[in-house]
């Protein structure tokens, strides 16, 4: 009898071709931080996770805790690319802002989608090293919140849902705005799916 296969992640497919964003993220950016970054994520919490699963066969509780660091880091970078990816889509496809309860919910929150925008950038491109700059839901206070993350750290860690996200690691970046990260996060709206992030915000709402 084989041994039982356990799940791998697997890295999702892309919702769209890697010049889509052009001219806003080059496909040679969308191609190497897909098939390499995410992938080599996905690569990492696989194995962690089946050194977890052996150690947790040997009751091995040290090498347990000490692999924790590795699956937060590698399942972190997993799900943030994941969501980062459906958050974008071509310039003819993407909306120049929100719509609906989502727009009256940032309203409400930041008295403008204007306003909201210019403290979502301000706070991102201020994150210091890598990170991620998030557009969360606080289910407790049911309201929208503006946070940062340092490296692959869900944005679940802070006890809030993801709503919508912006990667500013430098290999987002680099190769097309060097050290200038306000230019690609300024830029970045222009490729925002606003249709699928109003979705995900109307599935908080009712998320339990
Ligand atoms: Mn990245």
């Excluded at 931080?33 to 509780?61: G, I, P, R």
């Excluded at 799900?79 to 310039?91: E, K, R, Y």
Aim: some cysteine; glycine content about 6%.
């Amino acid at each position: 009898m084989s041994a039982p296969t356990s799940t791998k992640y697997q890295l999702p497919d892309l919702p769209y071709d890697f010049h889509a964003l052009e001219p806003v993220i080059s496909a040679e950016i969308m191609q190497l931080h897909y098939q390499k970054h995410h992938q080599t994520y996905v690569n990492n919490l696989n194995q962690a996770l089946e050194q977890y699963h052996d150690a947790e066969s040997k009751q091995d509780v040290a090498a347990m805790i000490a692999l924790q660091q590795a699956i937060k880091f590698n399942g972190g970078g997993h799900i943030n690319h994941a969501l980062f990816w459906s958050f974008l889509t071509s310039q003819n496809k993407a909306r120049k802002e929100p719509q609906g309860p989502l727009l009256k919910a940032i309203e409400e929150e930041f008295t403008s989608f204007d306003k909201y925008k210019e403290k979502f950038q301000q706070q991102t491109v201020a994150i210091q090293g890598s990170g991620w700059g998030w557009l969360g839901y606080n289910k407790a206070l049911k309201r929208l919140e503006i946070s940062t993350c340092a490296n692959q750290d869900p944005l679940s860690s802070k006890g809030l849902i993801p709503i919508f996200g912006v990667d500013v690691w430098e290999h987002a970046y680099y190769l097309q705005y060097k050290n200038v990260r306000g230019d690609y996060v300024k830029a970045l709206w222009q490729v925002v799916h606003w249709e699928a992030i109003e979705a995900r915000y109307q599935k908080a709402l009712l998320h339990p």
